[in-house]
């Protein structure tokens, strides 16, 4: 079982800068590959980006390409988005998510409650 709980979110102008951080609970975190997902008011929730148990390979969404890091510190349970060059349309509720396949299209089995993130124009 994994419990996970972001933070960091906020209200940001754009062009500006946040860094999300997800904090798992149990032992077993360095065997999941984690993920960000959002979702903005009446769309569909949305894959952001994933990495591997082992930080070796990491997935973007197009939309955040060159923008957006994921990084994770297996020793602190913890992993971290960093969005910079912020745009308005990346307002949205961001979660993280953990599973045993990673990708865009992995499997993800536990999720947190969200953070909200808002960027002003």
């Known amino acids: 079982q994994v419990q996970l709980v972001e933070s960091g979110g906020g209200l940001v102008q754009a062009g500006g800068s946040l860094r999300l951080s997800c904090a798992a609970s149990?032992?077993?975190?360095?065997?999941?590959?984690m993920a960000w997902f959002r979702q903005a008011p009446g769309k569909e929730r949305e894959f952001v980006a994933g990495i591997r148990w082992n930080g070796g390979n990491t997935y973007y969404a197009d939309s955040v390409k060159g923008r957006f890091t994921i990084s994770r510190d297996n020793a602190k349970n913890t992993v971290y988005l960093q969005m910079n060059s912020l745009k308005p349309e990346d307002t949205a509720v961001y979660y993280c998510?953990?599973?045993?396949?990673?990708?865009?299209?992995?499997?993800?089995?536990?999720w947190g409650q969200g953070t909200q993130v808002t960027v002003s124009s």
């Open positions: 149990g032992r077993t975190f360095s065997s999941y590959a």
């Open positions: 998510a953990a599973g045993l396949i990673p990708g865009q299209n992995g499997r993800y089995d536990y």
